[in-house]
């Protein structure tokens, strides 16, 4: 079982970026697939895009285009999201999970980033 | 992108009922559907994926059907553990869109 743990709760200024780290354990990461999910304060999950890190691989959905990037480091099996021009309604917990090879199902989560941004 | 209309998005039912929630994909996507549950300060736990199979670990009461644009989520005898917000999910392409979800709280 992979096992997903994310870095601390960060307060952030409107403009600014912000990047969230999931380091992973228990497993091969190169071979698996990572996506990102935030979901705003009382509202539902938003898929925001994933990484492929065997082919270093990107795809993100089309409303955080050119204002996220998604990278992963293999050499310590972790991967990162980063987020620019931070507004308001970017405050939310942001995700980490690991999708499974052949489903595609997300089997792992991390525990969560929150993000709050305010000036 | 692939819409999934979840529905109810709230209600209410007591220990020991049935609960079906319905989601509807805005176009065929098979089986490429996974239920999650989410529980207040938690992230999402898989309980279902390829519409039908159930996650290693997840209580044979939640059961999955459909495929194509119509899928269901059942719990066949409510807990109280059992009381939370359910989200599906399509893994046909990206991007991976969720329902709404539902809310399932105690009467």
């Known amino acids: 079982q992979v096992q997903l743990v994310q870095s601390g709760a960060e307060v952030k200024k409107p403009g600014s970026s912000v990047k969230v780290s999931c380091k992973a354990s228990?497993?091969?990461?190169?071979?698996?697939?990572f996506s990102w999910v935030r979901q705003a304060p009382g509202q539902g999950l938003e898929w925001m895009g994933k990484i492929i890190p065997i082919f270093d691989t990107t795809y993100y959905a089309q409303k955080f285009q050119g204002r996220v990037t998604i990278t992963a480091d293999k050499s310590t099996s972790t991967a990162y999201m980063e987020l620019r021009s931070l507004r308001s309604d970017d405050t939310a917990v942001y995700y980490c999970?690991?999708?499974?090879?052949?489903?595609?199902?997300?089997?792992?989560w991390g525990q969560g980033t929150l993000v709050t941004v305010s000036s | 992108d692939i819409q999934l209309t979840q529905s109810p998005s709230f209600l209410s039912a007591s220990v020991g009922d049935r609960v079906t929630i319905t989601c509807r994909a805005s176009q065929a996507i098979s089986s490429y559907l996974a239920w999650y549950q989410q529980k207040p300060g938690q992230a999402p736990k898989l309980l279902i994926y390829a519409a039908s199979t159930l996650q290693s670990g997840v209580p044979s009461r939640f059961s999955g059907s459909g495929s194509g644009t119509e899928f269901t989520l059942t719990i066949s005898r409510l807990q109280p553990e059992d009381f939370a917000t359910y989200y599906c999910?399509?893994?046909?392409?990206?991007?991976?869109?969720f329902g709404g979800g539902t809310k399932v709280e105690i009467k």
């Open positions: 999910q399509q893994l046909y392409t990206n991007p991976l869109t």
């Open positions: 228990g497993g091969t990461f190169s071979t698996y697939t």
């Open positions: 999970a690991k999708e499974d090879n052949i489903s595609y199902q997300h089997d792992s």
